[in-house]
Each structure stands twice: as structure tokens, then as C-alpha cells.
């Protein structure tokens, strides 16, 4: 079972949707990270959070540190916002190193 | 200010061959840190280099090997290519005092072994 699973894996919806991708975590973490990759390969960091949750624009991420659990969530979603959104989460132990999910690839059609 | 780079952005190579990438970190930042990203995959950790020295790594073979110079570059080098090797190849850097921050990752290099 991997360390950070992502869910779904794919997601298709209609312009104006609100949207939800889910991460969860087995492990002891510092911080987790909701990062956009865009075709091509570029990666863009939305968030870090550690406790709470943030807002940024259209974009909301919230993380319960008891449950293991963050979620990204979008609204009034835009087709600009298809992209694969990533979670990764940032060890207690091995403070250096990044666990990645597998990825969520988002499309939203107009 | 540019952010971190990363060369070649495309590169093909056979089996059995070896490659070099390289990384430029984000101005202001020390610590470079590479990733695999197998198609349809989330990245996977393969090392870390701070002061010039490999203090993380992955489950990754010896075939990867690393460096990072004086001036915080880096390069990631892979030995006897596999088939399997054929992924995206990412770096990441960051300062090297700070735990909780935005993370900072380059284009990345498309590797294609045939």
C-alpha cells in the first residue's frame, strides 16, 4: 500500500463545478503540499499546510491531521484549472524527503 | 529572478548508455533535490544534495549518482540505461533552513531510452 494515496484518479466535470480531490496518508508528516502539473512536465506549488486550511483565490485546501487526511478543493472550476494535481507530504522522520501520490488528473470541459 | 533550471529539456538515449542532467537552483536557494516521474505516476524521490554532499536518498539503485557543485548546481547521472529508466526527471530546490515553504521545481527532462 503506497504511503499517500490520492482519490480519484481521474475526474471529469462541466464548467462551474465545485471540485474535490482527496489525499490521504499512512504515515508521521511535518507538512503536506498540494502542487499543479501542467502538460510538459511543470510543476506549481498551491500549497503547504501543516494544521487548518487555506485559501488561495478559487482554490481551498484543508487538512485533518488525526484522520490523515487533506482535501483540494475547487470552485466555480475553469477549464484553465485541467491539470494533474498532486499531493505530497513531507516525513517526520527523513525531514528531507517528499512522498508524492500518484496524481489526480482534473478536466473540466466547457 | 529565475526560478530553477533545468537542461536538456528533451534527450534520447539506448540502452546500456549513460546521461547527465543538470539543475540550476532557484537564486538564494542551496539544496537541490531530484525526482522520477514514471508516466501517470506521482514523482519519486531519488536524492538530495546540500553542501555538495548526498544526505538523502530513495530507493534507487547505484546507477543513479549525483553531484552538486560550489555554486549549488546539480547534476544527476545514470549509468547502464534501462528500458525502464525512460521517465520524467525533476529537480527541486529549496533553502536549505527552511522546513515549512513553497517548493520550487524545474521543467523537468524527458528521458526516452530505446
Known amino acids: 500500500k503506497n504511503e499517500v494515496e490520492q482519490s480519484p484518479q481521474n475526474l471529469t466535470a462541466q464548467e462551474g463545478e465545485f471540485i474535490t480531490i482527496n489525499c490521504s496518508y499512512s504515515v508521521g508528516i511535518s507538512a503536506l503540499h498540494w502542487l499543479q502539473q501542467h502538460p510538459g512536465g511543470g510543476i506549481v506549488s498551491l500549497f503547504m499546510l501543516s494544521s487548518g486550511k487555506k485559501k488561495h483565490g478559487r482554490l481551498i485546501a484543508t487538512i485533518n491531521i488525526q484522520e490523515k487526511h487533506s482535501s483540494l478543493h475547487i470552485t466555480a472550476s475553469h477549464p484553465r484549472d485541467s491539470a494533474v494535481y498532486i499531493c505530497a507530504v513531507r516525513l517526520i522522520q527523513g525531514a528531507q524527503k517528499l512522498v508524492f501520490g500518484q496524481g489526480t488528473r482534473l478536466t473540466i470541459n466547457p | 529572478d529565475a526560478g530553477v533550471t533545468q537542461s536538456p529539456t528533451h534527450l534520447i538515449k539506448t540502452r546500456g548508455q549513460q546521461v547527465t542532467l543538470r539543475c540550476s537552483p532557484k537564486?538564494?536557494?542551496?539544496?537541490v533535490s531530484w525526482y522520477q516521474q514514471a508516466l501517470g505516476q506521482g514523482p519519486q524521490f531519488i536524492f538530495q544534495?546540500?553542501?555538495?554532499?548526498?544526505?538523502q536518498r530513495g530507493n534507487f539503485p547505484d546507477r543513479f549518482s549525483g553531484h552538486q557543485f560550489p555554486n549549488y548546481s546539480s547534476e544527476l547521472n545514470v549509468n547502464a540505461l534501462l528500458l525502464g529508466d525512460s521517465a520524467l526527471y525533476l529537480c527541486?530546490?529549496?533553502?536549505?533552513?527552511?522546513?515549512?515553504?513553497?517548493?520550487?521545481f524545474g521543467s523537468g527532462t524527458q528521458l526516452s531510452v530505446l
Open positions: 537564486s538564494g536557494h542551496d539544496t
Open positions: 544534495y546540500y553542501e555538495e554532499e548526498e544526505r
Open positions: 527541486a530546490s529549496r533553502p536549505r533552513d527552511r522546513v515549512f515553504e513553497k517548493l520550487f
